[in-house]
């Protein structure tokens, strides 16, 4: 069992930044593939990054490619998201992920074993 704790969610203008924190429980972590997904009031939740176990490797939805970076300390056992440039349609709240088969980065949200209790992000324009 792995327990996420989301942080780092506020309030800021359009155009700035925030970086999302999600420290996991236990020493597992670094078999993990982590993700970070949202969900806007009266949506689904939807992907927005992933990265694979040795932070090599990451992908991100075409909404914040250029914009958002994930990355990953296993020594700490968190997983980041920054993001900059950040518009009104970024506003939702923010999950973390964690997939425990450890492979492949997917984006589906079905195959993330593990869920944060998510963070809110507002930007203003």
């Known amino acids: 069992q792995v327990q996420l704790v989301e942080s780092g969610g506020g309030l800021v203008q359009a155009g700035g930044s925030l970086r999302l924190s999600c420290a996991a429980s236990g020493r597992t972590f670094s078999s993990y593939v982590m993700g970070w997904f949202r969900q806007a009031p009266g949506k689904e939740r939807e992907f927005v990054a992933a990265i694979n176990r040795s932070g090599g490797s990451t992908y991100y939805t075409n909404s914040v490619k250029g914009r958002f970076t994930i990355s990953r300390d296993n020594a700490k056992n968190t997983v980041y998201l920054q993001m900059d440039s950040l518009k009104p349609s970024d506003t939702s709240v923010y999950y973390c992920?964690?997939?425990?088969?450890?492979?492949?980065?997917?984006?589906?949200?079905?195959?993330?074993?593990?869920w944060g209790q998510g963070t809110q992000v507002t930007v203003s324009s």
């Open positions: 992920a964690a997939d425990r088969n450890g492979g492949s980065i997917v984006t589906m949200r079905v195959a993330y074993d593990y």
